[in-house]
């Protein structure tokens, strides 16, 4: 079952709150009586992957630890349009105020979900798996991640702090990339995994035979990825990256790398198309 560790991303949520609401909803204290009440349905208006329902449910709480929520499908589950994925019920006021950032949390990671569940239909069958990259919103990576896992994406590293990927800003201060693995290897625990980018098929001869633990096709054609997987005979695990598309993932895949990291799935995000239908009560 996915899941989401909401103490890590609690003073996100508080940011987002705070932007929006600040020292409260004017307009709804204008114009709504304290005692009114209602009910509100998030509903979908495209098929989507679902992502993001324990986070709304948290910053509800936040919000109003008296409205009542009540979510009908999980993250991860597939659902068409016109399905209700959760409802909350209470202050009117209340609904009101939480409304714009719930949608926009939601519609955010179900739009990465939904476009990571696409580039994981393309190379179903195959070996490659799909795997974001850091190219995230600032602030927001661990919910971009996250919404990627629902979509049936793998997630790479979280940033710089936890896994090594050696790439060509790198290699400028070593004469060669075998120096730079040994540097590297000097200098970190011998249970670290060390990636590095090549950009041609020299490079991926010397990456191999300095034994790089996994080796990052950048911008290869996939004509250029079949010929690399050949040359790399299996030894070392194989990503494709830059210039990936809807179009041509599956030609990448069936080259036969290993993944095929996709920066698109959360620098170009679509907001998935969802509404908050209020009713009074």
Do not use: W
């Amino acid at each position: 079952m996915l899941a989401i560790d909401l103490k890590l991303i609690r003073d996100v949520l508080h940011a987002a709150l705070q932007e929006d609401i600040g020292t409260g909803d004017i307009t709804s204290c204008a114009t709504i009586p304290e005692s009114a009440s209602a009910t509100a349905r998030y509903t979908t208006k495209q098929p989507l992957a679902v992502s993001g329902v324990p986070v709304i449910a948290e910053l509800i709480r936040m919000v109003d630890s008296k409205l009542k929520f009540k979510a009908q499908f999980a993250d991860g589950d597939y659902v068409e349009t016109g399905t209700v994925l959760a409802e909350m019920s209470g202050s009117a006021r209340s609904i009101l105020a939480v409304e714009r950032v719930t949608l926009n949390v939601l519609q955010r990671m179900c739009g990465i979900a939904t476009m990571t569940r696409h580039y994981v239909e393309r190379v179903r069958g195959t070996r490659a798996r799909v795997i974001d990259t850091r190219k995230t919103a600032p602030g927001l990576r661990l919910l971009d991640k996250y919404a990627v896992a629902c979509g049936g994406g793998t997630n790479h590293r979280i940033g710089l702090f936890d896994a090594v990927l050696i790439k060509n800003n790198h290699l400028a201060f070593h004469k060669s990339l075998t120096e730079t693995l040994e540097q590297a290897r000097r200098n970190l625990a011998p249970s670290m995994k060390l990636e590095v980018e090549v950009t041609d098929m020299d490079q991926l001869d010397e990456a191999i035979h300095a034994k790089a633990d996994v080796i990052l096709l950048d911008n290869f054609t996939s004509d250029q990825t079949r010929h690399a997987v050949i040359q790399c005979g299996g030894r070392v695990p194989l990503e494709s990256s830059g210039g990936i598309t809807l179009e041509n993932i599956r030609d990448y895949a069936v080259a036969g790398v290993d993944r095929i990291s996709v920066g698109a799935l959360t620098h170009s995000v679509v907001a998935a198309d969802i509404h908050l239908r209020v009713i009074p009560s």
